[in-house]
C-alpha cells in the first residue's frame, strides 16, 4: 500500500516550521500541504522548503476556499492508496503507519483515527431529539469509534473517492469528518481508533483567531441541523428531531437564525438524503446502538 499525506495550511507558516520535519518522517511516499490563500509568507517557505525535499507537493489555492474544499484538493491529487490528514498543529510520533497499516488489510477498514492522548475514539448519540457527539472512555485496545478525525486521521482513497469526500455544505469548517464518517458506516464499513498511533495535537486554534466565538458557535450549531437533514432517514428519529426543533426555537427565538440558515441549503440537503435512502445498507438506530 502507498500512502499520501496531506496537510491543509492556512495562516500556519510557524506551524508549518515546527513539524514539518516529524511529517516528512512519518514515511509517507509524498506529503502534500495545501495551501488555502495564506498571508503570512507559508507559501515562500513551502517553496523553500521544496528545494531540500523533493517528496513535499505544494497546491495554491489563491483564495481561501475553506476546510473541506483544502482537504478534498489535496486527497484529490493524491496518489496513494492510503491518504493521512494532519492538521498544521498535529504532530506525529515515529512509527505511525506501522501502527495503522495493518488494519487496512482488512478491505471493509474505511480509516483509523489517530490517539491525540488526551482524546480517545469518538462516540454519538441521539438525545432529545438531536445528535451529540464527543470523546468515549479511554482504552487500551483498538476501538471502533463513530467519526475518523479529519485532522487527525487516515483514509482508505477508494472509499473516499465513491463517498465524494468531505462534503462543503459545512463551509466553512466543522462536522465534515463526521458526516462522511456517518456515511460510510450507513453503508457498511468499519471506522477504528487505535490507541497505539500517537500524535500530539497543539490545538493552536486558528479558527479562533480569525472568527468570533458567536459566530463558530452559530455554524457549529447550523452544521448539526445540516448533518441531521442530511443523514438521518429514520422516520422515527426525523420525527422526534422536528418537534425538538419546534420545542428549542420556542423556548430560544434567537434559534430561529440557525434554523434559516440550514434550510437555505435545502436543495442539496433533499438530494443528499435521497442518495442515502438510496444507497444506505445499515439503519440509523444500529449505528447508535453500537455506541450506548
Do not use: C
Not at 512519518?26 to 490563500?37: K, L, P, Q, R, T
Not at 478491505?107 to 457527539?133: A, I, P, Q, T, Y
Not at 452544521?223 to 426543533?245: D, M, Y
Amino acid at each position: 500500500m502507498t500512502v499520501s499525506l496531506v496537510i491543509p495550511n492556512w495562516n500556519g507558516r510557524h506551524l508549518i516550521e515546527r513539524n514539518i520535519s516529524s511529517w516528512l518522517a512519518v514515511g509517507a511516499s509524498e506529503v502534500i500541504v495545501v495551501d488555502d490563500g495564506s498571508t503570512d509568507g507559508s507559501v515562500v517557505l513551502l517553496h523553500d522548503l521544496r528545494f531540500k525535499n523533493k517528496d513535499l507537493r505544494i497546491i495554491e489555492n489563491k483564495k481561501n476556499l475553506g476546510f473541506a474544499r483544502a482537504v478534498n484538493r489535496g486527497v484529490e491529487a493524491s496518489r496513494g492508496d492510503i491518504v493521512v490528514l494532519l492538521n498544521t498543529d498535529v504532530r506525529p510520533e515515529p512509527g505511525l503507519l506501522d501502527v495503522v497499516l495493518p488494519h487496512f488489510k482488512n478491505k471493509n477498514v474505511f480509516g483509523v483515527s489517530f490517539n491525540e492522548v488526551r482524546w480517545s475514539w469518538g462516540k454519538g448519540r441521539w438525545l432529545n431529539g438531536f445528535f451529540e457527539h464527543g470523546p468515549g472512555p479511554q482504552t487500551k485496545e483498538t476501538h471502533i469509534t463513530f467519526w475518523i478525525s479529519g485532522g487527525s486521521g487516515v483514509f482508505r482513497k477508494s472509499i473516499w473517492d465513491a463517498l465524494g469526500g468531505f462534503d462543503t455544505i459545512y463551509h466553512p469548517f466543522y462536522w465534515e469528518d463526521i458526516d462522511l464518517s456517518y456515511r460510510a458506516a450507513k453503508r457498511g464499513y468499519t471506522l477504528l481508533w487505535d490507541p497505539k498511533a500517537r500524535v500530539e495535537h497543539e490545538h493552536e486554534g486558528t479558527i479562533s483567531k480569525y472568527f468570533s466565538r458567536d459566530y463558530i458557535n452559530f455554524i457549529q450549531e447550523r452544521n448539526q441541523l445540516l448533518f441531521i437533514w442530511k443523514n438521518i432517514t429514520s422516520p422515527h428519529l426525523i420525527k422526534e428531531h422536528v418537534g425538538a426543533v419546534v420545542k428549542r426555537t420556542v423556548k430560544s427565538p434567537g434559534y430561529l437564525k440557525v434554523v434559516l440558515a440550514a434550510l437555505s441549503h435545502w436543495f442539496k440537503i433533499t438530494s443528499s438524503r435521497a442518495k442515502e435512502k438510496r444507497e444506505a445498507t445499515i439503519s440509523d438506530e444500529q449505528i447508535f446502538a453500537q455506541f450506548k
